[in-house]
């Protein structure tokens, strides 16, 4: 079967491995053509969103993400993807509304819940960011980046002892996590 130039699939695709290549240039201008021919598709709008914004082109990246989410309010990768811009931007609360909405979209989105942590402790609002790595837990219990996340978050409010708890909940699922075992040989070295 004979790939179609006049698809948008074959062109999204392309964009894809581009992306995947880290060439963003060539991803986005794959991207482009696909919406040429297919300019409502959300997929392909927050693809090339996040790749006008991977090359600096902040402007263009958030207007094609807004266009994606009028499109599809409940897009939950298109409301992660803006927020990560956003928040290159130092645009933090409007950061934290989008990574909301993705999480509200899609209850275990590990990039949002996990965008929304690590912002909060950008912001200093270290309770915040206990409770969304907490919440990252409960919903994806094998997520190790949640754990070591709020091991950190417990350092910074200052209580080693649930760091250390953290720590260990996550070793009790991944015995050979080399991460945890890092964290706690310096937490026990201090």
């Known amino acids: 079967m004979a790939l179609s130039p006049g698809?948008?699939?074959?062109?999204?695709?392309?964009?894809?491995?581009?992306?995947?290549?880290?060439?963003?240039?060539?991803?986005?201008?794959n991207f482009e053509r696909a919406l040429a021919i297919?300019?409502?598709?959300?997929?392909?709008?927050?693809?090339?969103?996040?790749?006008?914004?991977?090359?600096?082109?902040?402007?263009?990246?958030?207007?094609t993400l807004r266009r994606a989410l009028r499109l599809a309010p409940r897009d939950p990768e298109g409301a992660n993807q803006l927020g990560l811009l956003l928040a290159?931007?130092?645009?933090?609360?409007e950061a934290a509304e989008c990574f909301q909405q993705a999480i509200a979209a899609e209850r275990n989105h590990s990039g949002a819940i996990n965008n929304l942590g690590v912002l909060y402790v950008q912001m200093q609002k270290i309770q915040e960011a206990i409770a969304a790595?907490?919440?990252?837990?409960?919903?994806?219990?094998?997520?190790?980046?949640?754990?070591?996340?709020?091991?950190?978050?417990?350092?910074?409010?200052?209580?080693?002892t649930k760091a250390r708890a953290i720590l260990e909940q996550l070793l009790d699922r991944q015995p050979g996590n080399a991460e945890a075992k890092k964290g706690l040989s310096e937490l026990m070295a201090r």
């Open 133 to 160: 790595f907490r919440y990252g837990i409960e919903v994806l219990p094998d997520e190790e980046i949640f754990y070591l996340n709020l091991a950190r978050a417990y350092v910074a409010s200052g209580d080693r």
């Open 7 to 29: 698809s948008a699939d074959v062109w999204t695709n392309l964009g894809s491995l581009e992306a995947a290549q880290e060439n963003h240039s060539g991803a986005l201008r």
């Open 88 to 93: 290159a931007q130092n645009r933090t609360a």
């Open 38 to 63: 297919a300019p409502d598709s959300v997929f392909t709008l927050v693809s090339a969103g996040r790749e006008q914004g991977k090359l600096g082109r902040v402007v263009g990246a958030e207007q």
